[in-house]
């Protein structure tokens, strides 16, 4: 069975930085992109960034190009999301998710509950 | 390209609703459309994937389809139930890009 479990969310300043992780289990960690999407209170999901199997190629949405890294461990399991200059508009739900297909960056199948990033002065 | 879904749908339970996911450029064929169903509190969880395909758990109630003289797809939930009551996603893919749509609100009367 697939799991997805997300941490490191909490109360941040704005102009702070916060990193979030996901460990993964119940697949070949290491064979699979992962991806990162938020969603703010009361609105949809924003996909962020994923990040190749191997090589660990990652792409990114404009919105955090810049202020935010993922990156990942395949030896725990483990991507993170370094997350720098937090603004108030970043305050969402960040999840963590697998894509479909081994190799594909083409959509995610299983997601974590989330963890939630407030930024607040 | 953006994927638009109406805003909220509504209908009575034991009876079908359709929401649709409208490509914005590009054709709809070019790339394969997900759903996801999101309960309150919840995360997504798959409902269809590959533009008509189910998950093993999800009932046939639920069925996919793309239309190509509108350029998008469709989710189709039949007999609803008070539990389908959710927000629905429609997600595709631009190369290494997830596409989400703005998401549709479910109310089941």
């Known amino acids: 069975e697939v799991q997805i479990l997300e941490s490191g969310g909490g109360l941040v300043q704005p102009g702070g930085s916060l990193r979030l992780s996901c460990v993964a289990s119940?697949?070949?960690?290491?064979?699979?992109?992962m991806g990162w999407v938020r969603q703010a209170p009361g609105k949809g999901l924003e996909w962020l960034s994923s990040i190749g199997g191997g090589a660990g190629t990652t792409y990114y949405a404009d919105s955090v190009k810049g202020r935010f890294t993922n990156s990942r461990d395949n030896s725990k399991n483990t991507i993170y999301l370094q997350m720098h200059s937090l603004r108030v508009e970043d305050a969402a739900v960040y999840y963590c998710?697998?894509?479909?297909?081994?190799?594909?960056?083409?959509?995610?199948?299983?997601w974590g509950q989330g963890t939630l990033v407030t930024v607040s002065s | 390209f953006m994927l638009t879904q109406p805003h909220s749908v509504s209908e009575s339970p034991g009876k079908t609703v359709t929401i649709s996911c409208t490509r914005s450029?590009?054709?709809?064929?070019?790339?394969?459309v997900q759903w996801y169903q999101q309960r309150p509190g919840s995360a997504p969880t798959t409902v269809i994937y590959?533009?008509?395909?189910?998950p093993s758990g999800v009932p046939d109630r639920f069925s996919g389809s793309i239309d190509f003289s509108s350029n998008s797809a469709s989710l189709t939930i039949s007999g609803l139930r008070t539990e389908d009551e959710a927000d629905y996603y429609c997600q595709s893919y631009d190369s290494t890009i997830w596409v989400f749509g703005g998401g549709t609100k479910l109310t089941v009367l």
């Open positions: 119940g697949f070949t960690f290491s064979r699979y992109v």
């Open positions: 450029s590009g054709t709809i064929a070019s790339n394969y």
């Open positions: 590959e533009d008509d395909q189910r």
């Open positions: 998710a697998k894509a479909r297909h081994g190799g594909s960056y083409r959509d995610p199948d299983n």
